[in-house]
């Protein structure tokens, strides 16, 4: 088997098994929460063995030295206003506010601080472990096996394929879809700045800003009342 492949069925299911098992299988159990870990423990850990001990390569910052800074910061905004707009617009209709507050508490974050908290590990954190991850060796390990632009669609599919199933999780089955398409969107984004960029912190920028967004529009609903 080609090892872009290998690499590419050893890591993409992760996610998708440790969001299955954490949201759907056993919600609320030990299992789910060990195994929902053990998922992004493998999702950050696998690209850094496997860069070392098969490719063979070194360690980096993934500098930015062709720019991509300005891309990010417009793609971020106009995705984040792209969500703002599309929930004022028709998502309200679809959004079930009391399924997503009672989530919300069952995982702990009902509380403002803890929300805040989460909030700013996710925007601070997460996504640049997710860059990390989706970006430099999903899209990599892609674009070895595809060309350019077939490996930005492959890589934000991959992308968006736990996030539908945690998506369903909170909202319902149409919801789910509509927003696992502004996921694929946004990972299409961020894999066509890597592409051009090679770098992930456009892409950064840019995913941070759309957390932003969706985090500001999550306290809205959460905490802003009727």
């Not at 969001?19 to 929460?33: D, E, I, K, Q, Y």
């Not at 792209?82 to 617009?89: C, K, M």
């Not at 601080?113 to 990390?132: D, K, Q, R």
């Amino acid at each position: 088997m080609n090892k872009s492949l290998l690499a590419l069925v050893l890591l993409v299911p992760a996610p998708s098994l440790g969001t299955l098992a954490a949201m759907v299988l056993f919600p609320g159990s030990m299992l789910g929460h060990v195994l929902f870990a053990a998922s992004k423990l493998w999702l950050f850990a696998f690209p850094a063995a496997w860069l070392k001990l098969v490719d063979g390569g070194r360690f980096g910052l993934s500098p930015a030295r062709h720019g991509g800074f300005l891309a990010g910061l417009f793609s971020g905004a106009g995705l984040g206003l792209l969500i703002l707009l599309s929930y004022l617009g028709f998502g309200q209709g679809l959004f079930d506010r009391a399924l997503f507050i009672g989530k919300m508490r069952e995982i702990g974050l009902g509380a403002m601080p803890v929300y805040l908290g989460g909030a700013a590990y996710w925007i601070l954190v997460n996504s640049v472990l997710e860059e990390y991850a989706w970006r430099w060796f999903v899209y990599e390990k892609c674009e070895a096996l595809a060309t350019p632009a077939i490996a930005v669609i492959l890589a934000a599919f991959f992308f968006t394929l736990h996030h539908f199933i945690a998506l369903q999780a909170y909202c319902s089955l149409p919801l789910a879809a509509v927003c696992s398409l502004g996921v694929f969107l946004g990972g299409a984004a961020w894999s066509f700045m890597y592409m051009r960029y090679r770098s992930i912190w456009p892409g950064y920028l840019s995913h941070a800003i759309v957390d932003l967004f969706v985090f500001g529009l999550g306290a809205a609903i959460l905490f802003g009342g009727k």
